[in-house]
């Protein structure tokens, strides 16, 4: 059974806090992707990797970075958290190429204050 | 720009309901469209289609897509409590890029 698996559920951080959020998958994949979701907005890109040590800005980088060391292993990082940040973070990971599903994880509820 | 539109955003309908949500989209160079349902939780994988005109169906769902008109339909037969959810529509492009849509809120009453 395919697992994709996020470290917090709910978090709630105060403005200008660093905060890291992480996600694991244990199906090998290479490609992995960091989303968030907001009302009427759907799913946004925030970043994706496609290797170790490899990453690429999605729609919406600004504020976020990342960090890819270990193959199963994708974390996101907010490094002076703002509120505008509060949303619903989604980790995703998938065979490379075209043609293959994303499985999610069961999304972070962010929430600055 | 590339994009990905899906209507309605929003849906209530009665149990034993049919229901058509719709994804429309433009980008280049595409390669598949994927419906994805999403309860309280995470995402998970519906159909994904890459031929026009040949339905894919799984118990009372069904999706085809028409690559010519750049749209997708999810129907929904016979709808059930259970079907409440959001459906997300997310479009392949290029060689590795993702698009999804705002998503369409389906809330079926008893």
């Known amino acids: 059974d395919v697992k994709v698996t996020q470290s917090s559920r709910y978090l709630v951080k105060r403005t200008g806090e660093k905060v890291f959020l992480e996600c694991v998958q244990d199906?090998?994949?290479?490609?992995m992707f960091w989303y968030r979701q907001d009302p009427g907005l759907g799913l946004r890109l925030i970043y994706f990797?496609?290797?170790?040590?490899?990453?690429e800005k999605g729609d919406i980088p600004e504020g976020y970075s990342v960090s890819r060391e270990k193959k199963e292993r994708f974390s996101l990082i907010l490094e002076s958290a703002s509120t505008n940040q509060t949303s619903m973070y989604l980790c995703?990971?998938?065979?490379?190429?075209?043609?293959?599903?994303?499985?999610f994880g069961p999304g972070t509820r962010l929430t600055v204050t | 720009e590339d994009k990905v539109v899906q209507s309605p955003l929003s849906l209530v309908v009665h149990e034993g309901d049919t229901v058509t949500l719709n994804c429309s989209y433009e980008?280049?160079?595409?390669?598949?469209l994927l419906w994805y349902k999403q309860e309280k939780k995470a995402p998970t994988f519906l159909f994904m289609l890459?031929?026009?005109?040949i339905e894919k169906k799984s118990g009372r769902l069904s999706s085809i897509l028409d690559k010519k008109e750049l749209f997708s339909i999810l129907n929904i037969t016979a709808t059930q409590t259970g079907d409440s959810a959001v459906y997300l529509c997310?479009?392949?492009?290029?060689?590795?890029?993702?698009?999804f849509g705002a998503g369409t809120r389906l809330t079926v009453k008893p």
């Open positions: 995703a990971s998938r065979l490379p190429g075209y043609g293959h599903e994303q499985y």
């Open positions: 199906m090998d994949h290479e490609n």
């Open positions: 990797s496609y290797d170790v040590k490899m990453k």
């Open positions: 980008v280049t160079n595409f390669r598949s």
């Open positions: 890459t031929s026009s005109g």
């Open positions: 997310a479009v392949e492009y290029n060689n590795n890029d993702m698009r």
